[in-house]
């Protein structure tokens, strides 16, 4: 992708440089390349989760790998029933119309926007959200009418992926599963440099059942997750705990309790990686979201488990996460990007034939 997103930072949210997966962070004050483009033209992208909602403009030279992230918020996503898909809709066009006051210098010429549950982005449409309310939502085709402008939608968690996989951690990787792991579980996968969709479903592993402890099967989340760790081992201890990571120091202190519930963690998030390496050859898995931040206590687990469950497979490389919670963010933006220059490009004869 060679389309231009530029800008300086005013906030001191920086850049995320491209291409190495170190997630590298440079200052607002980085001398620009000399051959960088105007400072004039921005991707203004939405997340949208269950609580709230985040939004930012996106900037920088995404040929040259650089992206910024500016004048970061946070709102309360507007739920309303089954009409929540409309209310989202009209809190970004009030957004959008804030956005440009504030940032007169910057063209606002794309909106990216994603959201969780199951999505059809080829048709622009939330096809269902159990938190959220709506179904067979077309949010592509109302916030074009209302806006006007390029729309990129799609699923948070796959655009994360392709944000990872074309600007971060997975870059030069063509066989990659990037697995986020917070309340629960999600994925991206991409197959021979191309991220599947398989109409909305692809990437819900954290649904996929995996062995359970007690012999029978379990949602991989309902193990695997951050949630699923503090809340198990809260019940089988009766003892509250302020989340995952305290689970792993009791672990890691001798706590017997402690040290099965994250074993067995670990062992349904192995199970999964498993089964994607030796069904789509997984080369390479980016790990995201709140448990990724264990580190090593996680990485060499999973690396050894999954070892023990493969035969002749390649094992992956196992990686962490470079864009941090902005990657979907910055994968929308790409994408809606990417559509206006489609739009805006002239049409060869080439082009115009039928396929």
Request: hydrophobic share 45%; with cysteine.
């Amino acid at each position: 992708m060679n389309t231009l997103i530029d800008g300086a930072d005013t906030n001191g949210a920086g850049t995320v440089g491209a291409g190495t997966g170190s997630g590298r962070v440079s200052s607002a004050q980085d001398a620009p390349a000399a051959d960088a483009p105007t400072v004039n033209d921005a991707v203004l992208a939405f997340d949208v989760g269950g609580t709230d909602m985040k939004v930012g403009l996106i900037l920088g030279d995404v040929g040259q790998g650089e992206v910024e992230v500016r004048d970061l918020q946070r709102h309360p996503t507007p739920l309303n029933g089954d009409r929540s898909g409309e209310s989202v809709c009209a809190r970004i066009v009030e957004l959008t119309a804030e956005y440009r006051q504030r940032h007169p210098q910057l063209t606002i010429s794309a909106v990216g926007v994603t959201v969780p549950g199951i999505v059809d982005e080829a048709a622009g449409v939330g096809v269902y959200s159990a938190n959220l309310g709506w179904r067979d939502f077309p949010f592509a085709a109302t916030l074009t009418e209302s806006l006007g402008l390029p729309v990129g939608f799609g699923h948070d968690v796959g655009m994360a992926g392709e944000a990872e996989f074309q600007l971060g951690a997975a870059v030069g990787k063509s066989d990659v599963l990037v697995l986020v792991i917070g309340t629960g579980i999600a994925a991206a996968v991409v197959c021979d440099g191309k991220r599947v969709a398989g109409g909305g479903y692809a990437g819900e592993i954290g649904h996929a059942m995996v062995p359970g402890p007690d012999g029978k099967l379990a949602i991989m989340e309902s193990l695997g997750s951050a949630g699923a760790i503090a809340r198990r081992y809260t019940e089988a201890t009766g003892e509250a705990v302020a989340g995952a990571r305290e689970v792993l120091e009791r672990s890691a202190a001798g706590d017997q309790t402690a040290k099965t519930v994250w074993n067995d963690a670990v062992g349904a998030l192995a199970f999964g990686v498993a089964q994607c390496v030796s069904i789509l050859g997984t080369e390479t898995v980016v790990l995201g979201g709140g448990l990724s931040m264990a580190g090593a206590p996680l990485f060499d687990a999973l690396a050894a488990r999954v070892d023990e469950l493969l035969t002749f497979h390649r094992r992956p490389q196992y990686v962490h996460a470079a864009l941090g919670e902005n990657a979907g963010l910055i994968g929308s933006a790409l994408k809606a990007r990417s559509m206006g220059a489609t739009e805006t490009a002239p049409k060869t004869a080439a082009a115009e034939e039928p396929a």
